[in-house]
């Protein structure tokens, strides 16, 4: 089945501790993207990625990094989370061939930084 | 400030009626896409519109994107419970294809 799969689904954790959040897609597409999605803000892009080794800056790129060293895998790290950084979050992923480019999301990853 | 305006943000509307959602911009779009967001699922793309003028119909749904492309509407006819969800919109700008802009969201509410 294709599918973009993430992991935790859910994740609590404190101020400071390094995290990672995996997002992984079984389709073979060049481009992945990570968002956050906060009440009244719709979804904003934090990194997105055109292929291997290959990333760049959305709109809030601002305390996440993210690294491509291979096609399928596509991890949000947050290296010293703050209570700001709480939010619902999504990774993406689409092919870059024709028109569309429809992007599949995963189910969503919610995590709280107390 | 936002790049997208999207509105109304809530709409709570009886089965049958038919309603319209708007997505405006002072930016020109090279493409938009509207998507429909469940409760504790991602959004699932509903259609992607590229062309100024263009008009494109999904069942009940009719999408529009206008002329000069900087803004786009998404009416749908006859609502039903099925329709409830958020709905976005999404656009590129530019020469950066990879930067993808959302709209803030619109929730609509059917009730049977």
């Known amino acids: 089945e294709a599918q973009v799969t993430q992991n935790p689904r859910y994740l609590i954790t404190v101020t400071g501790k390094k995290l990672t959040v995996t997002c992984s897609q079984n389709?073979?597409?060049?481009?992945m993207s990570w968002y956050r999605q906060d009440p009244g803000l719709g979804l904003r892009q934090i990194y997105y990625?055109?292929?291997?080794?290959?990333?760049d800056k959305g709109d809030v790129p601002e305390g996440y990094k993210v690294s491509r060293k291979e096609k399928r895998n596509f991890p949000l790290i947050l290296e010293s989370p703050s209570p700001n950084q709480t939010s619902l979050y999504f990774c993406?992923?689409?092919?870059?061939?024709?028109?569309?480019?429809?992007?599949?999301f995963g189910p969503g990853t919610r995590l709280t930084v107390t | 400030t936002q790049l997208l305006e999207q509105s109304p943000q809530f709409l709570s509307i009886q089965e049958g009626e038919n309603l319209t959602v708007y997505c405006n911009s002072s930016?020109?779009?090279?493409?938009l896409q509207w998507y429909r967001q469940e409760p504790g699922e991602g959004p699932v793309l509903l259609v992607t519109?590229?062309?100024?003028?263009e008009v494109k119909k999904l069942k009940r749904l009719t999408f529009q994107f206008g002329d000069a492309r900087k803004d786009s509407s998404l009416h749908i006819t006859a609502a039903q419970p099925g329709d409830t969800g958020l709905y976005l919109c999404?656009?590129?700008?530019?020469?950066?294809?990879?930067?993808?802009?959302f709209g803030q969201g619109t929730i609509l509410t059917v009730h049977p």
């Open positions: 519109v590229v062309t100024g003028g």
């Open positions: 993406a992923s689409s092919t870059l061939a024709g028109a569309s480019y429809e992007q599949y």
């Open positions: 930016s020109v779009f090279s493409s």
């Open positions: 990625s055109m292929n291997v080794e290959v990333t």
């Open positions: 389709m073979n597409h060049e481009y």
């Open positions: 999404a656009c590129r700008t530019g020469t950066s294809y990879g930067k993808l802009t």
